[in-house]
């Protein structure tokens, strides 16, 4: 049953995903050819400040929904009503927090821009659209999504987002064509309400018993108000990786190269998209399995965990690094490309996207929230000087720079170190010889797709299908080669024939 919900809501996550990157392409190609690059830097910007304003949710989501796992588990509807009208009050209490931490920073918004305002534009009006959208993401009925997570149902929450998606999607290609920049702005409170609303329906629907009302005790409020606080840390950290990066280049660098970063940043979004696709996914799952089954368990469970992501992000940054200049060249034209020193450092990001994913879904399923609090604000701190300094040393190489410096050197090692430590107790060892394994292979792949692409042909469509043969073909060839035998391999030949059987 675990692994057939695992399989469905893969299956339902992997359509939004499709959905969620096509359209946005075509979004982001309307608007840089129909309004200009810096109306999309004006997108990037607001949604990067409006991000970090959403830390003020704390990172509950998964705190909350971890809370939920034992009581819907066993049916205790009663606990889950109670924890449910708790939610629905502090999701409310961050909404309006968002709305007057974003009201007060309006009047400063155009500091966080260094040059290339679109003329005519109001970004105050923009950024404040932004800002309702935002809002109403926590303030109505936010806190449904949380069941759907915790009862391993994301299929109804994709399904949600799926509808709502190619409603919002398409209204904002039209209107960009027609140069209504306002129009497509304004769709997108619009579908958050309509996302949230129809999320609601859904969980009634499905989920009639679960009525929030009642309080919960004072004990849960306390370990929720210690885990929520541990939990916001790591959230801050998070942040410092992406949202902040964006505020960086657009305010030392402009709103075009902001741009031309996130045109990379879209591609990048893809694998990281599936990455995190896996970690939704398998997170409720694995904590289901964790409260109900032995350490041992639990660690086959994370081997097994390790080689499916470890080796797709692998994948993934290999495609990456030898396709992305190519498809940048195909879709906007060879002025919009950035150095090849930039693609190397976001190839090793995607990379390393695996084992932050692995990561988040190990502490998280089992509940670690209140380990390394201080560590992940050295690697914030570390972080945000960082991309400060290098940016105005060496450019957008110094954003990703910053970021991989603080990942490799101190996020993940010290991540590692505290579920070793504290939960997989004496699986050290062995976890690090299996990294290690995973990143010879990843060097060694690299090198030879690597090799293969220099003797691409030159005509440029010939050259990039030539490439995307070499990418898609020589890291599960290699993978095969090299872990048949293991028996994680074997675990994930025997899923993929079970399901080919069971469809035929």
Same mark, same amino acid.
């Given at each position: 049953?675990? %692994?057939?919900?695992?399989?469905?809501?893969?299956?339902s996550e992997l359509l939004l995903?499709?959905? $969620?990157?096509?359209?946005?392409?075509?979004?982001r190609t309307c608007i840089i050819k129909y309004l200009g690059s810096e109306y999309m830097g004006l997108n990037s910007l607001c949604s990067s400040v409006l991000y970090v304003l959403s830390a003020a949710d704390l990172g509950v989501a998964n705190a909350f929904a971890f809370r939920l796992y034992k009581p819907i588990a066993i049916g205790d509807s009663?606990?889950? &009503?109670?924890?449910?009208?708790?939610?629905?009050?502090?999701?409310?209490?961050?909404?309006?927090?968002?709305?007057? %931490?974003?009201?007060?920073?309006?009047?400063?918004?155009? &500091?966080?821009?260094?040059?290339?305002?679109? @003329?005519?534009?109001?970004?105050?009006?923009?950024?404040?659209?932004?800002?309702?959208?935002?809002?109403?993401?926590?303030?109505?009925?936010?806190?449904?999504?949380?069941?759907f997570i915790a009862d391993q149902k994301k299929i109804y929450e994709s399904g949600t987002l799926l509808i709502a998606f190619v409603l919002l999607y398409t209204g904002q290609i039209l209107s960009v064509l027609v140069r209504k920049y306002y129009i497509s702005v304004c769709m997108l409170p619009l579908h958050t309400l309509f996302t949230n609303i129809l999320r609601n329906e859904i969980a009634k629907r499905k989920y009639p018993d679960y009525i929030p009302h009642g309080s919960v005790s004072g004990e849960v409020i306390a370990e929720?108000?210690?885990?929520?606080?541990?939990?916001?840390?790591?959230?801050?950290? @998070?942040?410092?990786?992406?949202?902040? @990066?964006?505020?960086v280049i657009s305010a030392f660098l402009g709103l075009i190269v902001l741009s031309d970063y996130q045109n990379y940043g879209m591609i990048k979004a893809v694998p990281v998209w599936v990455l995190g696709m896996l970690y939704a996914v398998l997170l409720p799952s694995v904590g289901n399995f964790a409260i109900s089954n032995s350490l041992e368990d639990v660690y086959n469970i994370y081997k097994k965990n390790a080689f499916i992501i470890l080796f797709l992000s692998g994948w993934f940054a290999i495609c990456y690094c030898f396709l992305v200049q190519d498809v940048i060249v195909i879709w906007l034209g060879m002025d919009f490309r950035l150095s090849w020193m930039t693609v190397v450092l976001l190839s090793v990001y995607i990379y390393l996207q695996g084992e932050i994913v692995l990561i988040k879904i190990t502490r998280e399923?089992? $509940?670690?929230?209140?380990?390394?609090?201080?560590?992940?604000?050295?690697?914030?701190?570390?972080?945000?000087?960082?991309?400060?300094?290098?940016?105005?040393?060496?450019?957008?190489? $110094?954003?990703?720079?910053? !970021?991989?410096?603080?990942?490799?050197?101190?996020?993940?090692?010290?991540?590692?170190?505290?579920?070793?430590?504290?939960?997989?107790?004496?699986? $050290? !060892? @062995?976890?690090?010889?299996?990294a290690v394994i995973n990143m010879v292979w990843m060097i060694c792949t690299a090198c030879i797709a690597g090799l293969l692409c220099s003797i691409a042909p030159h005509a440029q469509y010939i050259s990039f299908a030539y490439k995307l043969c070499v990418c898609l073909l020589i890291p599960p060839v290699s993978c095969t080669? &090299?872990?048949?035998q293991t028996e994680e391999f074997r675990f994930v030949k025997e899923v993929a024939v079970g399901l080919l059987r069971k469809h035929q």
């Open positions: 049953m675990r %692994i057939n919900n695992v399989i469905r809501n893969m299956i995903g499709v959905v $969620g990157t096509i359209f946005p392409f075509l979004v009663e606990e889950v &009503c109670r924890l449910l009208e708790f939610y629905r009050k502090v999701y409310s209490a961050i909404g309006l927090f968002i709305l007057c %931490i974003g009201v007060a920073i309006l009047p400063f918004f155009k &500091c966080f821009i260094s040059q290339n305002i679109p @003329d005519g534009i109001n970004v105050y009006l923009v950024f404040f659209l932004y800002l309702m959208n935002t809002v109403i993401s926590y303030t109505v009925f936010a806190y449904k999504n949380l069941i929720l108000k210690r885990d929520i606080f541990s939990v916001a840390v790591y959230k801050f950290r @998070d942040l410092s990786r992406d949202a902040f @990066d964006s505020i399923s089992i $509940g670690l929230w209140n380990r390394g609090k201080v560590w992940a604000g050295i690697e914030m701190m570390v972080n945000l000087v960082l991309n400060v300094v290098l940016v105005s040393r060496i450019g957008v190489e $110094g954003i990703v720079l910053a !970021t991989l410096i603080s990942m490799l050197f101190i996020g993940i090692p010290v991540e590692n170190r505290i579920i070793f430590r504290q939960y997989f107790i004496g699986k $050290g !060892t @062995d976890k690090l010889k299996r080669l &090299c872990f048949r």
